[in-house]
Each structure stands twice: as structure tokens, then as C-alpha cells.
């Protein structure tokens, strides 16, 4: 069954890391979130909030400008990847992140859409869009089981 999508709008850069946060509070290891929207849209806002709610210091989480993928040593690991400077993905990186599917983390993947055709079954998947100067809409969907789940705790 396909759910529709979770229409949310925050505020501030805070309301859009406690929703992280709430996510957080539901995150079990194999979970995979990914993150769509525009330069400044409120992806890495969100990750903090993430990785706040999987217990790091919220001055852990910046931008992986230079690596593509940061690890946080949080309560379930949390693998932070960025695929900005991805343009075309490599066959190798591919590998990379489809063994972090298998293992007991939680992963999180900003510019998602470069990863074209290589979905994990179940993922929470995140757009965020800017709307004002401190708004941003978010329109949040879940595939497969574990992603339903979470978009349900969005919504609530
Ligand atoms: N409601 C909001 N939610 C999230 N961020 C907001 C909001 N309002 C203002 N901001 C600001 O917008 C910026 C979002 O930056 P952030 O690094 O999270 O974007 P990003 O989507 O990760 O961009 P990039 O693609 O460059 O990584 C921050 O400067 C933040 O303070
Ligand atoms: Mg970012």
C-alpha cells in the first residue's frame, strides 16, 4: 500500500534539527535515510539533529565538504554521506555504501538523487525546499516497512 506523502513546514533551523531529533528517537540500525533538496535547503540542519537525537555534541556534524562520507560514534553508528561532489556515481562507491546497508548503522544520504537506480528496499526519503528566509517545507516519504514506519513519526 502507498501512504501519501507527510507535508511538514519549520521555522527555524532548530524545528527542522528536532525533527531530526524525533526521528532519532525511532532509529534502528539498518535504517536509511535519504535527503533531497537545494543548496542551503536544511539537509545538514537535519542530519545535526540526527545525529543530537542518536547522542553526539551538536557541534559534531558539519558538512563532509571534504570526505564523502563522516561516521559519528553515536549510540547506533550514524554514516553521514554527502554526494554533492558525486556527480557521476563510481561502481566502487557503490559497493561502499551497499555495505553499509548490511551493517548495524544508520545511514543518511545527502543529494540522494545521485545515486540514480541504487535504492535500498526500505528508506525514509526527505525533500526539503526553501520557501522563506527561515521556512522550509518538507515532504517526507517512507518505502518499504521500516520506511513507512518512520514517516509515521514524522506525522505525529
Ligand atoms: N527552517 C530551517 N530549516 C533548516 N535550515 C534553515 C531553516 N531556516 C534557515 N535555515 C538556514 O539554512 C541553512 C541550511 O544549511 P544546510 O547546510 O543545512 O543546507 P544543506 O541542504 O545541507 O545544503 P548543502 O547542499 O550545501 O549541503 C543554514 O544556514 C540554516 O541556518
Ligand atoms: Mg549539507
Known amino acids: 500500500m502507498r501512504l501519501p506523502p507527510v507535508f511538514l513546514i519549520t521555522h527555524s533551523p532548530r524545528q527542522t534539527q528536532i525533527l531530526g531529533e524525533k526521528i532519532a528517537a525511532r ?4 535504517d536509511i535515510l535519504l535527503l ?3 543548496l542551503g535547503a536544511g539537509k545538514t ?11 553526539a ?5 558539519s558538512s ?5 562520507v563522516h561516521e559519528y560514534p553515536t549510540r547506533i553508528p550514524l554514516i553521514h ?12 562507491f557503490i559497493l561502499e555504501l551497499e555495505e553499509y546497508w548490511q551493517r548495524p548503522v544508520v545511514v543518511v544520504i545527502e543529494w540522494a538523487e545521485r545515486l540514480g537506480e541504487e535504492l535500498p528496499e ?19 516519504r517512507g518505502a518499504g516497512r521500516r520506511g513507512k514506519e518512520l514517516a509515521e513519526v514524522c506525522e505525529a
Not at 563532509?64 to 564523502?68: E, M, V
Not at 526519503?125 to 522563506?132: K, N, S
Open 81 to 92: 554521506v554527502d554526494l554533492y561532489r558525486l556527480p557521476v556515481m563510481e561502481a566502487e
Open 57 to 61: 555534541p551538536p557541534d559534531a556534524v
Open 36 to 38: 533531497h533538496g537545494d
Open 122 to 140: 526500505d528508506y525514509l526519503d526527505i525533500t526539503l525546499t526553501w520557501t522563506e528566509d527561515q521556512e522550509r517545507s518538507l515532504e517526507i
Open 45 to 55: 540542519e537535519l542530519v545535526r539533529g540526527l545525529a543530537v537525537g542518536l547522542g
Open 64 to 68: 563532509p565538504t571534504f570526505a564523502l
Open 27 to 30: 532509529l534502528q540500525p539498518g
